[in-house]
């Protein structure tokens, strides 16, 4: 496709449950980027990668999300035992460079019961 | 904490009036400024950048910049009802290139 892709589109569980949620960037793009929409909130950085490496993991929340980034494509966000604060629309982009401006996709919302 | 400023809204305009968008920001490093656009329910979508102080038209847009002032604004000319969204300002921050820095985001409403 031409656009970032993301899956799961909605996702519920309960707490204390692992969630994984995916990016696939646009092709080309090296850069990958992850954001999270809460209520009321703004859009918060939480990672970015070149290539497969993440030299900015400044805005994970907490030790319970991690991400990674294989053959400079595909990413994944977990996170681990699930808390009702985590409740958000967890946004993926990328652009052709780190230093170039960020396509986002359709994110995944995550609901925490 | 950088932060980015904007005026929540609604701002509500006529149609064929033009939209103003304004954005202040406090990292005085900062480089590249964006404007996205977010239908409710929808994800951010580009709609300029512009990293220069001045203006930078593309179509109904024109993105302005004052570094000196730490403000970027968006005008939308001959403003749709399509246009009613809400407009985010994201600026580079913490020293970085990439990271982006978001505001709030303004509500804009175009009455047909």
């Known amino acids: 496709g031409a656009g970032v892709s993301q899956s799961p589109s909605n996702k519920v569980t309960e707490k204390g449950k692992d969630v994984e949620l995916r990016c696939d960037p646009i092709?080309?793009?090296?850069?990958l980027y992850w954001y999270r929409q809460s209520l009321g909130q703004g859009l918060e950085f939480l990672i970015y990668f070149q290539g497969n490496s993440a030299p900015d993991k400044s805005g994970l929340p907490s030790d319970r999300f991690s991400a990674e980034r294989t053959g400079g494509s595909v990413s994944t966000l977990t996170i681990q035992r699930t808390q009702q604060e985590d409740s958000a629309v967890y946004l993926c982009a990328s652009s052709s460079t780190g230093n170039q401006p960020q396509h986002f996709g359709d994110g995944t919302r995550l609901s925490i019961l | 904490q950088k932060e980015v400023e904007q005026n929540s809204g609604p701002l509500s305009v006529p149609e064929g009036a033009i939209a103003s968008l304004n954005c202040t920001y406090s990292d005085r490093g900062s480089q590249s400024f964006f404007w996205y656009r977010q239908y409710s329910g929808k994800s951010p979508e580009l709609i300029m950048f512009?990293?220069?102080?001045g203006d930078k038209e593309d179509g109904r847009f024109t993105a302005q910049l004052n570094k000196a002032s730490q403000y970027v604004s968006l005008l939308i000319r001959d403003s749709q009802p399509s246009d009613s969204a809400t407009y985010l300002c994201a600026v580079t921050s913490g020293g970085s290139n990439y990271k982006l820095t978001f505001g709030k985001g303004t509500l804009l409403t175009v009455n047909p």
């Open positions: 092709s080309g793009h090296t850069a």
């Open positions: 512009i990293y220069s102080n």
